[in-house]
């Protein structure tokens, strides 16, 4: 199966409640990042988290990351139905020798119900 | 800075026709990729430049499709004879070359093949 898959692929909460979207990979890694897509738009990074870190905090958004299960997990706290959404990890493999290039998940879609 | 520019953000053409799709990368990056979004297959890594230079094609589908960066602030993917499953929203991103950073995405050109 394809490097970063997200779970779950669909996420229908309240507004207010928490989200956790999880994403797994394969190879070893350099770092992960965490983008956002509305529907319609292009994708727009939220957050990086590199391999030596195991846990980033930017705003409402908490990320974890567990390189020895090869696992990452956004947290979105306090929900808003603007949050709906996309959301895709991304990899920067270690093995990717041309610098430059991440594998993108399938991403979980989001809904958050006012 | 304008971000990554596409053109044109909407495109309905016949199948045969030829398919010319325009990116502006930001100034400063050096890096440059395109990808294809579509239900079925989700994100796709198309082709990717690195300093204009194509790095890795294995993603574009067949000959019909092929990708140029004449300079650093231009690239187009052309898709020759178009055909009805090229249908998808085409992106275009753009990073600084320095091992697996924040990708920027276009708006996306929504391509319909009829």
């Known amino acids: 199966s394809q490097q970063g898959e997200e779970d779950p692929q669909a996420l229908s909460i309240q507004e207010g409640e928490n989200a956790t979207m999880n994403c797994s990979y394969k190879?070893?890694?350099?770092?992960l990042q965490w983008y956002r897509q509305n529907s319609g738009r292009g994708l727009v990074h939220l957050i990086l988290?590199?391999?030596?870190?195991r846990e980033k905090h930017s705003g409402r958004l908490r990320v974890t990351l567990d390189t020895s299960k090869k696992s990452s997990s956004l947290l979105i706290t306090a929900s808003r139905a603007a949050d709906t959404a996309s959301y895709f990890c991304a990899t920067d493999a270690i093995e990717e020798t041309s610098g430059s290039r991440l594998t993108f998940g399938e991403g979980t879609q989001l809904t958050v119900n006012p | 800075d304008a971000g990554v520019i596409q053109s044109p953000r909407h495109e309905v053409t016949e199948m045969g026709q030829e398919v010319t799709l325009r990116c502006k990368p930001i100034?400063?990056?050096?890096?440059l990729f395109w990808y294809r979004q579509t239900m079925m297959r989700g994100l796709e890594l198309l082709i990717y430049?690195?300093?204009?230079?194509?790095?890795?094609d294995s993603g574009m589908p067949e000959d019909r499709f092929s990708a140029k960066m004449p300079n650093a602030s231009f690239s187009t993917l052309k898709i020759q004879p178009s055909e009805p499953r090229d249908s998808a929203v085409y992106f275009c991103a753009s990073t600084v070359l320095a091992g697996g950073g924040t990708q920027y995405f276009g708006p996306g050109t929504r391509l319909l093949v009829l």
């Open positions: 190879t070893s890694i350099n770092n």
């Open positions: 430049f690195n300093n204009n230079v194509p790095i890795d």
């Open positions: 100034s400063g990056h050096n890096s």
């Open positions: 988290i590199r391999s030596n870190e």
